[in-house]
């Protein structure tokens, strides 16, 4: 009887679940909280929960998070530089430096001009103590990748940290868009390794020596060795497997698919029982990039998406996550007291916006000194989290851009008003402390110069409203509803509020994710259209990362080659030259499965099956011959983890 324990780390929890995959049966579930200071507690807590007596016995652990994509989304990867070789960028890159050296491939593969190692040394030894990870990245370096790979090789002699080069990530042509997959996956990896660090501490204090696998963005596995040098992959790893789990929980075969998650709310579109996978690059955090994922439309609202005072005289949801006020004051009861004595806005100096936040102290920063300034805040925090106001009246007057300063690098933690909140004032929740929630929203209430009463009133008609415009415009972007075909999504609400046009989403929707019964009824309600929280939708995304196989493509282009008269075969592991086009067929197709079943291997993968694609292009010339232009092989493994056999 194979058991899998599934783990998903989010944002705000850490969910286990237990499966049965002989019975495909769940047997056990549990939630904690996320712990962002040392995550090991979390997933410790969240395995303690499920009261499971045989961790021992476990085939495999398979996990997926939301920290990726939850760390790109606000901006809080680590430091990179990027080295660019061959041509300059005139975009901009989510990198900390940025450099241009020599080393320049044209279309074909054909070294231009080389690369000069003393001037990757000089770049190289000019940004020591400034970066946290390098991303290399060479024009055309998927038609050859020797420049990419000789630059990683003297940078990591040099600077002994994570090196990552464009070509190992993507076979897509589009140097931008590559460049910016290879800076973010670069930007990951501190995360990925504290992740995985803490989850194999909580294996080895249940004394568990089952493979650990991570999810994907397309829903697959990769062991969690194959995962540190390629965390990229793991972004929309949380909504990956929360398709699985729900496609697996809900039996449905078509449905518009939400998993609403602390951060963010996911949406995929599920025909014939599968969702699309996006092979040419996924949008993260404003980014395009050649990262293939599974077809989703990510919204940052969540049911911890920070609620703030806008300078207009309103106020917005998201997209940055906060701990909730109420989950925060039954953690640290003081809190309550605190914040129930802070001046309303208007009686103090503190900006509107921050009226009723608060900040936790997480760790020390990372790769440099606290300042004078910054050990006496961490003091201040040492016996837990306080208030703005009373950081601010024991601090100098300029310390409120040093804690929104801090709060970006991930040493505090901040506090507010959330949705999660307002259910508690409105008595929709009653999980943790409802009166702080009701006293941060009084605070804000207040500084809107409205009642308590109508506060709520205006948070609950917008979210409502932000989330029917999420689901229209998921629908828009998947192209299924027949109104959004002809109308944008403004115009399908009426100004009035009165409901939209039944069946104006075009399938019913299946709602994942803790926050999802709070929310999604009324949503669905005021579209009449069918909503779907199958049992066990809380830990969706769990169950999903416990079902999932190893799928590794691998991808190869045949060219004429006018240089040596015949033909070139491209791929990731370089150049291939052959004279006749059968034998660069031939040899093209065994390499391309086996160099994919040697990846699929290393990234946790057993028994396996190929399968192959084969895209030929043709030109027809003036005299009406065919002219071959290029075939492209495809090579698709698709593998059981290696723990299951055959019999299985």
């Known amino acids: 009887m194979p058991l899998i324990l599934g783990i998903d780390t989010g944002g705000t929890y850490t969910d286990s679940v237990i499966l049965d995959t002989k019975r495909q049966a769940i047997l056990y ?162 995360n990925i390794s504290c992740l995985i660090e803490a989850v194999g501490q909580s294996m080895e204090r249940y004394d568990i020596h089952a493979p650990l696998m991570i999810v994907k963005g397309d829903g697959s596995l990769m062991d969690s060795g194959f995962a540190l040098n390629r965390p990229i992959e793991t972004v929309l790893s949380g909504p990956a497997a929360s398709i699985a789990g729900g496609l697996f929980l809900s039996g449905e075969t078509e449905a518009l698919l939400m998993d609403m998650g602390g951060t963010t709310s996911d949406f995929a579109l599920v025909k014939h029982g599968q969702v699309p996978v996006n092979d040419s690059g996924a949008k993260v955090g404003g980014w395009y990039t050649r990262l293939r994922a599974a077809e989703i439309s990510t919204f940052g609202i969540g049911g911890d998406s920070r609620i703030f005072l806008t300078p207009g005289g309103g106020f917005s949801i998201g997209p940055v996550r906060v701990m909730p006020l109420c989950v925060a004051a039954s953690m640290y009861p003081g809190l309550e007291e605190e914040l129930s004595v802070s001046p309303s806005p208007g009686k103090c100096e503190l900006p509107e916006e921050q009226c009723c936040e608060c900040y936790l102290f997480l760790r020390k920063p990372l790769h440099r000194p606290a300042t004078k300034q910054e050990i006496q805040l961490f003091r201040l925090l040492s016996d837990g989290p306080h208030s703005l106001f009373y950081l601010t009246n024991r601090m100098e007057p300029d310390s409120k851009t040093m804690i929104t300063e801090l709060v970006k690098e991930g040493v505090l933690q901040r506090i507010g008003l959330t949705p999660t909140d307002l259910l508690h004032v409105s008595g929709q929740l009653n999980l943790w402390n409802s009166h702080i929630s009701r006293v941060g929203a009084s605070l804000m209430a207040n500084a809107l110069s409205l009642s308590l009463e109508r506060f709520c009133a205006c948070f609950f008609s917008k979210m409502q409203a932000r989330l029917q415009e999420c689901c229209m415009q998921a629908a828009t972007n998947f192209s299924v509803s027949p109104d959004s075909a002809t109308e944008p999504p ?74 040596h008269k015949g033909y070139v075969v491209h791929g990731c592991w370089g150049n291939k030259y052959f004279e006749q086009l059968s034998d660069s067929r031939g040899w093209a197709r065994s390499f391309a499965g086996e160099y994919a079943s040697l990846q699929a291997a290393k990234a946790g993968g057993g028994s396996h099956t190929i399968h192959y694609t084969v895209e030929p292009t043709y030109s027809r010339s003036l005299t009406g011959k065919d002219v071959f232009i290029q075939e492209k092989i495809t090579a698709t493994v698709i593998a059981r983890p290696n723990y299951i056999k055959k019999e299985d």
């Open 29 to 190: 579930k549990a939630k904690a909280f996320t712990t962002p200071g040392y995550l090991p507690d979390g997933i410790l807590e969240s395995m303690k929960r499920l009261n499971f007596p045989h961790f021992n016995k476990l085939s495999m652990v398979c996990l997926s998070t939301t920290l990726a994509t939850n760390a790109l989304i606000e901006k809080k990867g680590s430091r990179v530089g990027a080295m660019i070789l061959g041509r300059d960028i005139d975009k901009s890159l989510p990198a900390a430096k940025i450099s241009r050296l020599r080393g320049l491939m044209n279309i074909k593969g054909r070294i231009l001009e080389d690369i000069s190692p003393e001037e990757v040394v000089s770049v190289a030894r000019s940004w020591e103590g400034t970066i946290d990870a390098v991303a290399v990245s060479g024009f055309a370096s998927v038609r050859n990748p020797l420049h990419e790979t000789r630059v990683r090789d003297i940078v990591r002699e040099e600077l002994r940290l994570p090196v990552i080069c464009a070509h190992e990530l993507s076979g897509a042509l589009g140097f931008y868009e590559r460049t910016v997959t290879a800076v973010l996956n670069a930007s990951l990896i501190p």
């Open 490 to 563: 403004s115009r399908l609400t009426t100004p009035d509020g009165s409901r939209l046009p039944s069946g104006a989403l075009g399938f019913p929707v299946v709602a994942l994710g803790a926050p999802a019964a709070s929310w999604m009824p009324a949503v669905c309600e005021s579209f009449h259209t069918k909503l779907v929280i199958p049992q066990y939708a809380e830990v969706a995304n769990a169950v999903g990362a416990a079902i999932g196989q190893v799928i590794l493509t691998v991808e190869a282009l045949i060219r004429p080659d006018q240089y």
